[in-house]
């Protein structure tokens, strides 16, 4: 059975790096489009960054634009986000996703456009 496995959160402070994992057991993962969402407490999950089955097309939330960085390594079922100059805002449960098509565009951006999720990775950030 397919899982979606994050790792990679903690408590940081502002102005901090972090790298988080997604790793996917029992499934090859080179066809699937893969996200990163996050939840904030009390607020809807929301997007931040999507990756095509290849890695040549990626989407950015405009809050995270220029500070994280979503990658994959298809050989190590893996897809990676870095983020850079972290701010309090950045907050939550980190979810990593995998679409059931190989591409991403501009609009693919809704949790309802990916179909498989983890169980998600906490970063809090602090001053």
């Known amino acids: 059975q397919m899982q979606l496995v994050e790792s990679g959160g903690g408590l940081v402070q502002a102005g901090d790096s972090l790298r988080l994992s997604c790793a996917v057991v029992g499934h090859r993962n080179s066809d699937y489009a893969m996200g990163w969402f996050r939840q904030a407490p009390g607020k809807e999950r929301e997007f931040v960054a999507a990756?095509?089955?290849?890695?040549?097309?990626?989407n950015y939330a405009d809050s995270v634009k220029g500070r994280f960085t979503i990658a994959r390594d298809n050989a190590k079922n893996t897809v990676y986000l870095q983020m850079n100059s972290l701010k309090p805002e950045d907050t939550g449960i980190y979810y990593c996703a995998r679409r059931s098509s190989g591409f991403v565009y501009g609009t693919t951006t809704r949790p309802g456009d990916f179909s498989s999720w983890g169980q998600g990775t906490q970063v809090t950030v602090s001053w």
């Open positions: 990756i095509s089955r290849g890695g040549s097309n990626t």
